[in-house]
């Protein structure tokens, strides 16, 4: 059986990173098509697929490890598990989650873009 990245994290320094967010609630063909898309757009670019946490908007998520699975599992089947980074930073983030508070964390993370 592969092994099946979930939450794999790559040391945080200053880069320039592509981040695609989402609730993935669930994984779906789209998502797929746009992760695929993004590996081949940006070969050179770090991909981090970052599930949203907790959202005052979508209340009924699936949990968080079942849908950190889902994406290493689709990451293992569509071929882009070494190109793609399934990160549940955002995950760790307070609650509940949103897009400014994720991106003020990276960059004190020093992630800057």
């Known amino acids: 059986m592969k ?3 979930t939450g794999n994290q ?3 320094v200053p880069s320039e990173i592509i981040i695609y967010g989402g609730a993935f609630n669930p994984p779906t063909v789209a998502h797929a098509l746009a992760i695929a898309s993004l590996t081949q757009s940006f070969p050179d670019k770090p991909i ?3 599930p949203s946490g907790e959202r005052n908007d979508k ?3 699936i ?3 079942h849908r950190l699975a889902m994406l290493g599992i689709m990451a293992v089947e569509q071929g882009w598990r070494d190109k793609v980074v399934i990160s549940d930073f955002e995950l760790r983030l ?3 989650s949103n897009t400014y508070d994720t ?3 990276l960059r004190q ?3 800057e873009k």
Do not use: K, S
């Open 63 to 65: 949990g968080e490890q």
């Open 10 to 12: 790559p040391p945080l």
């Open 59 to 61: 209340p009924e998520l």
């Open 3 to 5: 092994e099946i990245p």
């Open 103 to 105: 991106v003020q964390a």
């Open 109 to 111: 993370a020093g992630v």
């Open 48 to 50: 981090w697929v970052m």
């Open 94 to 96: 307070p609650r509940p």
